[in-house]
């Protein structure tokens, strides 16, 4: 988790920003906790489930995705809801600078930051954008479908456009290589979609920040045990949950932190522990309004609130 997060002040001021303020006060929210949150990282290319995004502002769900999507049509980011990773354009020129020299021992800090993300549709795009600033050495391959219209960059870099100019010529000369060949080419293997164990898998090692945990067989056989008797949702919504548990975070009297998917997930009794956690976190964690907030979102209604409700 980063210590601080630096916001220009042409955030309220500049192109972007008049734009943004001109969608509204749910879009100026979102940008800014695009910014500042604590799940971010220093290239503003990160996992963000639109979940967290209502938890953490307070606002509705339907709130915080109406934020995010007029941020996206104001140009400021991207998110893929297929993988729930948000790429915030700019973010990366004002957390690190806009030119690094070679030398700079923060280029290799950029790569290795770069390397461990997990795949998405903007990798091959913040390289086109951030590599000759960064000096970065090596792009990654993308195995992810190409974003929707509605949530790719509403203005594409120049180096994008050059892209999508020579993406067009070998498509081209492919078709005519094909019309001259009597036997066709065979289809190009398509990615595949990572299965429900991965995406749960996944979802603990960036929610828990554990970028380097491996789903190795022990964790296979509990996850797969517990997706049997539970959602794919409801495993992930557990893990969340613990989120706020202080005892699990750390505040207990030996200072650790419990938190591997194997105790999470190991059985019934700690998944249905978790959603708990999720649905009714303890008081000093959250204000009464932010409980009313997710109260809103999830249907779930806190015990003093039911008797108003009925």
């Given amino acids: 988790m980063r210590e601080y997060a630096k916001v220009s002040p042409q955030f309220w001021i500049g192109t972007t920003g008049k734009a943004l303020r001109a969608s509204g006060v749910e879009a100026q929210l979102v940008a800014m906790y695009l910014l500042t949150n604590p799940h971010a990282n220093m290239l503003g290319l990160y996992y963000l489930p639109k979940m967290f995004i209502a938890h953490e502002t307070g606002m509705p769900i339907g709130g915080a995705s109406k934020g995010l999507q007029r941020c996206i049509d104001a140009g400021f980011c991207s998110y893929d809801e297929a993988t729930e990773v948000v790429w915030v354009h700019e973010m990366a020129a004002y957390q690190i600078g806009e030119q690094l020299d070679a030398r700079d021992k923060r280029c290799m800090g950029v790569q290795n930051e770069y390397d461990s993300l997990p795949q998405n549709p903007y990798l091959k795009a913040f390289f086109d954008r951030y590599s000759a600033a960064f000096h970065m050495s090596a792009a990654r391959a993308i ?4 974003p929707s ?4 960059p509403s203005k594409p870099h ?4 050059h892209e999508q100019e020579q993406e067009k010529e070998q498509e081209q ?4 290589e094909q019309e001259q060949e009597t036997k066709p080419m065979s289809a190009a293997p398509t990615a595949r979609e990572p299965s429900s164990m991965e995406r749960v898998f996944e ?3 960036q929610v828990h920040n554990h970028p380097r945990a491996v ?15 539970r959602s794919e949702s409801d495993l992930c919504q557990a893990i969340c949950g613990y989120l706020n548990s202080p005892h699990h975070m750390g505040q207990n009297e030996t200072s650790t932190v419990y938190d591997d998917i194997g105790l999470f997930l190991r059985d019934a009794e700690h998944v249905d522990r978790g959603l708990k956690l999720y649905a009714d976190p303890p008081r000093s964690k959250l204000s009464a309004q932010t409980r009313k907030n997710i109260a809103a979102t999830d249907g779930w209604v806190p015990p003093e609130m039911r008797h108003a409700a009925n």
């Fill in 203 to 205: 979802h603990w090692r």
């Fill in 173 to 176: 000369e492919q078709e005519q």
């Fill in 158 to 161: 120049r180096s994008q456009e």
């Fill in 143 to 146: 195995a992810v479908s190409n």
């Fill in 149 to 152: 219209p509605s949530e790719a």
């Fill in 215 to 229: 789903l190795d067989a022990k964790r296979r056989k509990i996850i797969a045990a517990a997706l049997k008797e």
